[in-house]
């Protein structure tokens, strides 16, 4: 019998639900009788060997509107019409979760909702203007005008905690709250866009399109006895093609109107970066002031005996699957020691040739089995810094950002 390694609903609120018949909302803006701005997200998809490992319930993996979503929309400029803007001068205009009643789930396994701008308005009144282009998630970047390069970044992802996967069987409810918490990272880099032309009666309604996949990496915690640290993750990816598509791609900028993305920086690593100050998988005793000699009960597996990390990130799409590119690998990153007497300890392991695609969710292991824990083996200090050509000095503090 399978086994099924559950995942939770990565959010925009990282949440498995169940919803039913009666929730099924109505396409194009309206919903009984309500008209207005909506928008749908749709539902993750899956590699045929990976659902299984995925999947947590009927309802899957899943992103979900959460009330404090920010929709970015322009107006579209269209060449005749007599427009106060250009392509380049399209005015931001922020529109947001009219509220929790109005996010409900389809049949299809997508979330709808409506929202309203700034001033409690629920219709998109620019004079002159059937068309508009939206995109989400806001950040410091995103631009107030203009529509045609809006600024997409994978890098600096930090997942704040670990998954408690000892809860799993036992106190699900705690389970899932560490499963939502390890992913809640992903919601500021789950790029998504649409477009839409307004309706007769105002409505105007987009159809969500993911940028990007969700990567969930399965590991077991390498020489347990050694208790440790946990900083960081790489990924090293040595293409020998100069093929873009070839490669991890770290930033870019995307056209709205064109839905074209262009690349602007490539990586041959990609990092995940654990809390401010790693992962601490011991026990604290808060009167004691002390931890744990051994890993907390948290993270390990009844049934195994041994300890689980779950990490999750973001990447662009990326086909790997050529002959002249390599098996990836993954480095772990960790410490004993504080101060002056750090001691940085690293494992790697080989992972499998995929072609990652956008709007899919992938458990990305070392073989065929996408139900298997990643194992490691240890490295030497020189190995790993020849292999990446990082070198983050003695405690960790070096020039790298990882």
Same mark, same amino acid.
């Given at each position: 019998m399978k086994k099924l390694l559950s995942i939770p609903a990565l959010a925009l609120l990282a949440l498995f639900a169940s919803c039913s018949s009666d929730d099924a909302v109505l396409p194009g803006g309206t919903d009984g009788g309500r008209v207005g701005v909506s928008a749908d997200i749709p539902a993750i998809g899956f590699e045929d060997d990976t659902r299984a490992a995925l999947i947590f319930s009927s309802t899957g993996m899943e992103f979900k509107w959460q009330e404090n979503d920010v929709l970015s929309i322009y107006p579209k400029y269209v060449e005749g019409k007599d427009l106060m803007f250009t392509e380049e001068t399209s005015p931001r205009e922020p529109w947001y979760i009219v509220?929790?009643?109005?996010?409900?789930?389809?049949?299809?396994g997508s979330w709808f909702a409506f929202f309203t701008d700034d001033e409690g308005d629920e219709i998109l009144d620019v004079p002159n203007v059937t068309d508009y282009l939206c995109v989400i998630p806001k950040n410091d970047n995103t631009p107030d005008l203009g529509y045609t390069?809006?600024?997409?970044?994978?890098?600096?992802?930090?997942?704040?905690?670990?998954?408690?996967?000892?809860?799993?069987?036992?106190d699900n409810d705690a389970y899932?709250? *560490?499963? @939502?918490?390890? $992913?809640?990272?992903?919601? %500021?880099?789950?790029?998504?866009?649409?477009?839409? &032309? /307004?309706?007769?009666?105002?409505?105007?309604?987009?159809?969500?399109?993911?940028?990007?996949?969700?990567?969930?990496?399965?590991?077991?915690?390498?020489?347990?006895?050694?208790?440790?640290?946990?900083?960081?993750?790489?990924?090293?990816?040595?293409?020998?093609?100069?093929?873009? *598509?070839? @490669?991890?791609? $770290?930033?870019?900028?995307? %056209?709205?109107?064109?839905?074209?993305?262009?690349? &602007? /920086?490539h990586e041959k690593i990609l990092t995940l970066k654990f809390g401010d100050n790693g992962f601490d998988l011991r026990d604290y005793d808060e009167q004691a002031d002390e931890y744990s000699a051994t890993y907390s009960d948290d993270y390990k597996l009844a049934k195994t005996g041994k300890y689980y990390i779950i990490a999750y990130m973001e990447l662009f799409p990326v086909n790997m699957l050529h002959n002249d590119i390599v098996e990836p690998t993954l480095y772990l990153c960790g410490h004993t020691g504080t101060g002056d007497n750090?001691?940085?300890?690293y494992y790697k392991a080989s992972l499998?040739?995929?072609?990652?695609?956008?709007?899919?969710?992938?458990?990305?292991?070392?073989?065929?089995?996408?139900?298997?824990?990643?194992?490691?083996?240890?490295?030497?200090i020189q190995e790993w810094k020849e292999a990446t050509g990082y070198d983050n000095g003695k405690d960790g503090n070096g020039t790298q950002d990882w």
């Amino acid at each position: 019998m399978k086994k099924l390694l559950s995942i939770p609903a990565l959010a925009l609120l990282a949440l498995f639900a169940s919803c039913s018949s009666d929730d099924a909302v109505l396409p194009g803006g309206t919903d009984g009788g309500r008209v207005g701005v909506s928008a749908d997200i749709p539902a993750i998809g899956f590699e045929d060997d990976t659902r299984a490992a995925l999947i947590f319930s009927s309802t899957g993996m899943e992103f979900k509107w959460q009330e404090n979503d920010v929709l970015s929309i322009y107006p579209k400029y269209v060449e005749g019409k007599d427009l106060m803007f250009t392509e380049e001068t399209s005015p931001r205009e922020p529109w947001y979760i009219v509220s929790n009643d109005v996010i409900k789930q389809g049949k299809d396994g997508s979330w709808f909702a409506f929202f309203t701008d700034d001033e409690g308005d629920e219709i998109l009144d620019v004079p002159n203007v059937t068309d508009y282009l939206c995109v989400i998630p806001k950040n410091d970047n995103t631009p107030d005008l203009g529509y045609t390069a809006i600024p997409v970044s994978y890098l600096g992802q930090k997942q704040a905690s670990n998954v408690k996967i000892g809860f799993k069987g036992v106190d699900n409810d705690a389970y899932m709250a *560490s499963e @939502k918490a390890a $992913s809640a990272h992903l919601t %500021n880099y789950n790029y998504m866009y649409g477009a839409a &032309t /307004q309706q007769w009666n105002g409505a105007t309604h987009f159809d969500m399109k993911y940028l990007q996949a969700t990567i969930r990496l399965y590991m077991q915690v390498p020489d347990p006895e050694n208790v440790q640290i946990f900083d960081s993750l790489m990924i090293l990816h040595n293409f020998v093609s100069d093929v873009p *598509s070839y @490669k991890f791609t $770290s930033k870019g900028t995307l %056209n709205l109107d064109t839905e074209k993305f262009t690349p &602007t /920086q490539h990586e041959k690593i990609l990092t995940l970066k654990f809390g401010d100050n790693g992962f601490d998988l011991r026990d604290y005793d808060e009167q004691a002031d002390e931890y744990s000699a051994t890993y907390s009960d948290d993270y390990k597996l009844a049934k195994t005996g041994k300890y689980y990390i779950i990490a999750y990130m973001e990447l662009f799409p990326v086909n790997m699957l050529h002959n002249d590119i390599v098996e990836p690998t993954l480095y772990l990153c960790g410490h004993t020691g504080t101060g002056d007497n750090v001691d940085k300890n690293y494992y790697k392991a080989s992972l499998s040739k995929k072609k990652i695609e956008a709007g899919k969710a992938y458990q990305w292991t070392t073989g065929m089995d996408d139900e298997e824990p990643i194992v490691f083996e240890a490295v030497s200090i020189q190995e790993w810094k020849e292999a990446t050509g990082y070198d983050n000095g003695k405690d960790g503090n070096g020039t790298q950002d990882w």
